[in-house]
């Protein structure tokens, strides 16, 4: 059974995609059942070039990524959901989207917030949003790695949002 996992951010432009590739990439080399996609509840409709350049840079493979929003994920043709992370940064007072779809089991999908700074707002100009681009992709990158780590196939709801959220404090 495929474990589909949706992460969010309000632009999905940045954050939500480098989560979305390196989970993917990550899953795909550990031989995983795991799906990542990504959305945003008001899609710039771009991606950051910067996000493009740190995943390609680390060999994933960006072909087919597009900004959009997360009402693709509310219908009933959708994939199940068996996971929601939120990626906005609280600490920057951004709004960070709810999401209501239904999960693997009808019910709702675990949901769980691991927030990142905006690495689009870095400073030092291009090299300095490089910088902050490909430490945001290797911060997301370890707790995918630990994500894939767990049982996921036999945790139960309460126990997988626990082990999530020890995740969040890593």
């Excluded at 959305?39 to 990524?65: C, I, K, M």
């Excluded at 999908?109 to 700074?117: L, S, T």
């Amino acid at each position: 059974m495929t474990i589909n996992v949706l992460i969010l951010c309000t632009h999905n432009s940045a954050r939500s995609v480098l989560s979305e590739g390196m989970l993917n990439h990550l899953a795909a080399k550990a031989g995983k059942d795991v799906r990542a996609f990504s959305a945003g509840s008001a899609p710039s409709g771009r991606l950051n070039p910067f996000a493009l350049e740190a995943l390609t840079n680390a060999g994933v493979d960006v072909s087919g990524y597009r900004s959009k929003s997360w009402d693709e994920f509310t219908s009933p043709d959708a994939p199940p959901l068996s996971i929601v992370i939120t990626v906005c940064d609280s600490a920057a007072a951004e709004q960070c989207p709810v999401f209501f779809g239904a999960g693997i089991d009808g019910g709702q999908p675990v949901k769980v917030h691991w927030g990142y700074p905006d690495p689009s707002n870095a400073e030092g100009g291009d090299e300095g949003k490089r910088r902050a681009f490909e430490l945001t992709r290797q911060a997301i990158g370890y707790r995918m790695l630990q994500l894939l780590q767990l049982p996921l196939e036999t945790l139960g709801k309460q126990e997988l949002l626990a082990a999530l959220n020890a995740i969040a404090k890593s």
